[in-house]
């Protein structure tokens, strides 16, 4: 065996203390180094946490300004585009109007605090603030940007939405800004630009204002400064020039420094914890990051919905209907889409208000919840329309099943409060098999197929088809020679006679318009006439019309002009005074011209027709109540309005050659008539037998195929020459 010496055991024991303080040197180095590491880790992830935070409160902000703006603009278009301003604001005795409906709104609203009616030239014509009439002048209390913004405005392209906002600086401060030209709630406006009229609306960014928006969007120490200050944390407002007018300024939260500060000690008081401290580190740093991305999550979903009815807003809708289309070509679904406006929605908020109209708004918020079954996204898109979208692989039983269902919900009443609503629905379809059309295409499709719902007659679904794109492509090219047609004076006129029902004498002429299209030959009256009155051509077409059959009744002496007058051209203000401009002109007796109406306009507007009927007869002309029979046919409005001639539709004189209750309806309706003093003229009339008929019932005149068929001025003429050679 062999025997260690003593000089070997210091030897040994040296090495184990070189090893020992070798480990402790490196244990201690690689603390350190840990330690360092650790240290600076938790420092520039507390830095990063700082920074993310302090940037999502700055694009939290600037979506609250925009969300704030955004607000007023579509506060702006109810009531800038609102059929009853449109017609009290251009009414010379409308400014109680006004001023109960702008003015005195700006009292304790939270929609807008200061209102402006403005003429086209930027003179105030009314101005509110804070529900209290103000001599402060428009000039003076918004800054020169004002001027920008109303020009845009004033000059605004056609086609394109006669509004604009912007934020702006005021003498209260900084405010958002919306002005709209009044108009009708479809976009038409029947004044000259010189005579029209601008709704100004601004809210102000007032302290309560803006604490809202700190609560709402979860930004601490959200202030409002001035344009010269330039905090650490602050997103600039800018007016419509690109200038800054103020700043919006937060405190930050440091949520990484103090979760730095809760480690820390830790870390400095046992080394050997380090593992612990990256746990809590990991722990810590996950939690923050969560937080935060649940924060950003809620503003982001905040900015998706609707605040008025709960619902999904359009830029929900359009990034859901993305994530649907993405779903469905992965898979084997179908994107389905149906696209609502309500039926009669307008006609409730007239009559009841905005108040009413909101709660019916949030009504059928709820049903539609309640009927859609199911993963589905149910969006308001804009003032009266819903988008429902939902992936399925039955689209054809799905539809039918669905728009039933909604259909049947919308049969009943719908009860808010006191009051009973009853509206309808119009139901459009696209879908996207298999994902293969985009979102925004769908969004169009359902669109269109909707509007084909209403033409249709309403409270009904249809489906897309391709052919609509080519009919609408049609429809528009129609529009575009139209109003080519109507500028060049290619509209024609001609006249059928009407003849005394005693001996059959020509005693009048009916004035009809007539449109032969260039390279499609001729259009009915009916196609042509309805664009007109859509797209606000009727004006110009229906005097083109009348000055045109006035230059040819000048040629016949003793005989009476009838001409057709739309609604359209019936609801103008200053349609009694063209007409007397016209008759001036023209050096026309006023009393050898009739104007006809149909009977459903003056039931629907009694008041604005009584107005009307009472301007065109101070003139001298006469109104004819025109296809009487045809509709809901009152006695009542016969009297109240006094007309001066009743015209039977041809739908009753078709039928009394046939004997029996037609002709007890027919002599009943004559005897009416002559009980109210009223003459009669009967149209439509294509035999003998009927002419016979009309006469012993007691008709003055009659009118029809009979006694001549429309015809050209040139023929009428000659049917004048040969009457006055006859007698």
């Known amino acids: 065996m062999r025997v260690l010496s003593s000089r070997q055991k210091p030897s040994s024991a040296a090495q184990r203390r070189s090893l020992v303080r070798s480990l402790l040197v490196i244990f201690a180095a690689v603390m350190v180094i840990v330690t360092s590491m650790v240290l600076t880790a938790l420092d520039r992830v507390g830095a990063h946490a700082d920074r993310l935070d302090d940037e999502r409160s700055r694009e939290t902000t600037i979506g609250a300004l925009q969300t704030f703006r955004d607000h007023l603009g579509a506060t702006l278009n109810d009531y800038a585009a609102w059929d009853d301003a449109a017609r009290h604001v251009y009414d010379a005795d409308g400014m109680d109007w006004v001023v109960a409906n702008f003015g005195e709104m700006t009292a304790n ?100 204002h803006i604490k809202a928006m700190a609560r709402t969007y979860v930004v601490d120490g959200l202030t409002l400064r001035s344009a010269g200050e330039r905090p650490a944390n602050h997103v600039a407002i800018r007016d419509v020039r690109g200038e800054a007018i103020g700043v919006l300024s937060w405190s930050s939260r440091l949520p990484g420094r103090a979760s730095l500060a809760q480690v820390q000690p830790l870390v400095l008081g046992a080394i050997a914890m380090v593992a612990i401290y990256f746990i809590l580190l990991f722990v810590s740093g996950s939690r923050l990051l969560r937080q935060i991305k649940a924060e950003e999550t809620a503003a982001l979903d905040l900015s998706r919905l609707d605040p008025l009815s709960g619902l999904a807003n359009r830029f929900g809708l359009f990034s859901d209907l993305g994530r649907l289309v993405s779903q469905a070509g992965s898979g084997q679904d179908d994107v389905l889409l149906l696209y609502l406006d309500l039926d009669g929605f307008k006609e409730v908020n007239d009559a009841y208000g905005h108040a009413t109209g909101d709660n019916l708004i949030r009504g059928v918020a709820a049903g539609l919840k309640t009927l859609i079954s199911g993963p589905a996204t149910i969006a308001r898109v804009g003032g009266d329309e819903f988008a429902i979208a939902l992936n399925t692989r039955s689209q054809a039983r799905k539809t039918a099943e669905l728009c039933e269902r909604i259909l049947g919900f919308f049969g009943e009443p719908f009860v808010i409060g006191e009051r009973v609503a009853v509206v309808g629905c119009s139901i459009g379809v696209a879908v996207s098999a298999r994902g293969t059309v985009s979102g925004e295409e769908l969004l169009r499709r359902a669109d269109m197929a909707m509007y084909r719902s209403k033409e249709d007659g309403r409270g009904r679904w249809t489906v897309y088809d391709p052919a609509m794109d080519t009919e609408r492509e049609a429809r528009n090219q129609l529009e575009i020679d139209l109003r080519r047609a109507i500028e060049t004076s290619e509209i024609g006129v001609v006249y059928q006679p009407v003849v005394d029902a005693r001996d059959g004498r020509m005693v009048s002429v009916e004035a009809l318009a007539r449109w032969d299209r260039p390279g499609h030959g001729a259009v009915s009256p009916e196609v042509f006439i309805g664009i007109a009155e859509r797209t606000g051509m009727i004006d110009q077409l229906g005097l083109s019309v009348l000055r045109t059959a006035c230059r040819a009744v000048r040629q016949w002496p003793g005989l009476r002009l009838a001409v057709n007058i739309s609604p359209g051209q019936f609801r103008d203000p200053a349609f009694a005074g063209q007409v007397a401009r016209a008759f001036s002109d023209l050096g026309i007796d006023p009393g050898r011209i009739t104007l006809e109406m149909t009977e459903s306009y003056f039931i629907r507007n009694p008041g604005r027709a009584l107005a009307a009927i009472a301007s065109l007869k101070a003139i001298g002309v006469k109104i004819a109540l025109d296809d009487f029979g045809s509709g809901f046919s009152s006695v009542g409005y016969l009297r109240q309005f006094g007309f001066d001639r009743m015209k039977i539709d041809q739908s009753l004189v078709a039928t009394v050659a046939e004997g029996g209750s037609a002709v007890d309806l027919l002599q009943a309706t004559v005897a009416l008539a002559r009980a109210l003093d009223i003459p009669v003229t009967a149209e439509g009339v294509e035999t003998e037998d009927q002419a016979r008929i009309l006469r012993l019932s007691g008709c003055d005149e009659l009118q029809g195929y009979l006694f001549g068929r429309p015809m050209s001025a040139d023929a009428i003429g000659r049917m004048v020459m040969e009457q006055r050679v006859v007698s």
């Open 109 to 208: 609203s939270n929609l807008f605090d200061a209102s402006v009616l403005l003429d086209a030239e930027g003179r105030a014509l009314m101005v509110y603030d804070a529900g209290q009439p103000a001599d402060w002048s428009v000039d003076r209390f918004f800054d020169a940007s004002f001027a920008k913004l109303f020009d845009s405005v004033r000059h605004a392209a056609p086609g394109s939405t006669p509004e604009a906002s912007a934020f702006i600086s005021t003498a209260r401060g900084i405010a958002a800004i919306g002005i709209g030209l009044v108009r009708q709630k479809n976009g038409t406006i029947e004044k000259e630009p010189g005579e029209r009229r601008y709704l100004v609306l601004a809210r102000h960014l007032s302290d309560p």
